[in-house]
């Protein structure tokens, strides 16, 4: 039974890091105009899905298809990211990103340099034999594409950061709040909200409402009539490395397949030393973060993840390897497609917007796509 209505001029859908930008700069706009904002999230808290179960890479936008809303936005947001990470004072490392031609993959290199000139990232270039192991130690490969503005940060540490800036500026945020039904009314939409908790559902009317809801974007999409998305959920399981930091200093990737697993098993140098490997990818059936549900997929390939990273550096061995987490890609394409689909960003009926298939690069686009949605809510409202 509905309770409650409550009015407001925006409603987003989804506390993941998309979400949380575009609270955090429709806060900063606060102090020139009022306008009444919440943020609804199913779980208790922001950020619990891919947002903050990534490799927290600050891509460079080198492995976007030149002329995609993914290149323009990773190359855009990369350098919105660094930035906005002074400016909240997040620790970060911007110490580029080394892909290694370790298998005759030069083609794919030179594809990706391509790639990286057409989307105007600077500071591409390859490096040779010592050089290589000047930046990398263990590496093994005598020739690698070396790109400089990659880095790394903690994706969870700028959410909350985001998330208490957002509500310090007046943006309200509801939790444990599944949204499961969005009508046209004639002061806008009536999204309904059940809450998890058990108590009764409620109405949230808004002129304006964005859809940032990760892998569920496609279902919320078709409440409003908007069905010709699907998404496919793929897990990307990671491992972890805590006992040699000394391996990788920043970021190792392998040349990419350019198919639908994504970019390949890489290695990172996290924040606090570790070295994470992964992620892999499995398509699953499932868009919700349910171990249980996942018990027959999960923790189930060392031996994959040890061979890559194996192939990518020396020194390594499988002991070193304990299982880490798991994030869900929100993918536009089906297993063994050779697809490179596209983020879609879409008005459907007039000031829903939604953004659907936020996939890798998101976290590096989020600032970028942030501020795409703000100049159309600033146009609409
Ligand atoms: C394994 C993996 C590795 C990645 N690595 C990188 C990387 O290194 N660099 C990079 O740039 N990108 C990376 N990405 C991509 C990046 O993590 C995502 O693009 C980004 O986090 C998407 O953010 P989002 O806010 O759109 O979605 P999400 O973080 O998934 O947030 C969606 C939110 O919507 C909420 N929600 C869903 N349905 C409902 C509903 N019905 N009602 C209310 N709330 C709802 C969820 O609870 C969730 O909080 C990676 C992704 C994965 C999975």
Known sequence: MVEAEYY?????????????????????????????????????????????????????GIHAKPGTLK?????????????????????????????????????????????????????????????????????????????????????????????????????????????????????????????????????????????????????IASLVGLKRYRIYPCIGEYYLVRRKPYLVNSLIYPAPTFDYRGIGIHLTKRLDGTIAIGPNAIYVDEKDYDDNRFKDVLNKSIDEFYSRASEMIHGISKDDLEYGYYGIRARLAGYGSKEEPDFVIEEYPTNFIHLIGIESPGFTASPAIAEHVLCMIRDRL
Do not use: W
């Not at 506390?15 to 943020?39: A, E, H, P, T």
């Not at 922001?46 to 600050?58: F, K």
């Not at 892909?99 to 290199?109: F, G, H, R, V």
């Open 8 to 60: 407001y001029d925006v409603a987003i859908i989804g506390s993941g890091i998309v979400g949380l930008f575009i609270s955090y700069m429709l806060g900063m706009m606060q102090s020139r105009r009022r306008l009444k904002i919440i943020c609804i999230d199913k779980e208790h808290s922001v950020a619990q899905h891919a947002s903050s179960r990534n490799s927290g890479v600050i891509h460079s």
């Open 71 to 219: 290149a323009r936005f990773c190359v855009k947001g990369n350098r919105m990211m660094y930035s906005i990470l002074d400016a909240l004072n997040i620790p970060y490392r911007r110490d580029g990103m080394l892909i290694l031609c370790t298998d005759n993959n030069m083609n794919a290199l030179e594809e990706l340099q391509r790639r990286g000139y057409a989307n105007g990232v600077d500071k591409i270039r390859f490096v040779y034999g010592d050089e290589v192991r000047r930046i990398e130690r263990y590496a093994r490969a005598d020739t690698a594409l070396l790109v400089e503005s990659a880095g790394v940060t903690d994706p969870s540490r700028l959410a909350y950061a985001l998330y208490e800036h957002a509500r310090a500026s007046g943006i309200e945020f509801t939790f444990n709040s599944t949204v499961v039904g969005a009508d046209f009314t004639h002061d806008g939409y009536r999204i309904m909200v059940k809450n998890d908790e058990g108590s009764d559902s409620k109405s949230i009317i808004a002129r304006l409402v964005v859809n940032s809801a990760g892998t569920h974007a496609d279902d």
